[in-house]
């Protein structure tokens, strides 16, 4: 049984950082590419970036590039998405995703083909 668990999220001021984790069980990060997305209230869930295990490629999204960083550490089977220099903007629930291949499937600002989803997590940036 594939599961993706979020955590980290929370209340931080403008400016500030937090980083996020996505455990995985039942499949083993090393071979599975992994997204982060998020949703904002009354918007679209957009994508915010996405890691490709075949390559090392990752992808983000225009509004976090320079700010959020996605890492893996593979002993714990856990990707992390550390986000810094934190804006108003950013406030949302945050997913994490996995699909059944080991490369981003990028469209623009989204990643396709996402088959195991997490909860997520909130975060909310406010002063």
């Known amino acids: 049984q594939v599961q993706l668990v979020e955590s980290g999220g929370g209340l931080v001021q403008p400016g500030g950082s937090l980083r996020l984790s996505c455990v995985a069980s039942g499949i083993t990060l090393d071979y599975y590419a992994i997204g982060w997305f998020r949703q904002a209230p009354g918007k679209e869930r957009e994508g915010v970036g996405c890691?490709?295990?075949?390559?090392?490629?990752?992808y983000y999204a225009d509004s976090v590039k320079g700010r959020f960083t996605i890492s893996r550490d593979s002993a714990k089977n856990t990707v992390y998405l550390q986000m810094n220099s934190l804006k108003l903007e950013d406030t949302a629930v945050y997913y994490c995703?996995?699909?059944?291949?080991?490369?981003?499937?990028?469209?623009?600002?989204?990643?396709?083909?996402?088959?195991?989803w997490g909860k997520g997590t909130l975060v909310t940036v406010s002063s």
């Open positions: 890691f490709s295990s075949s390559d090392g490629n990752i």
């Open positions: 995703a996995a699909p059944d291949f080991p490369s981003c499937r990028v469209r623009g600002s989204y990643y396709y083909g996402m088959e195991y």
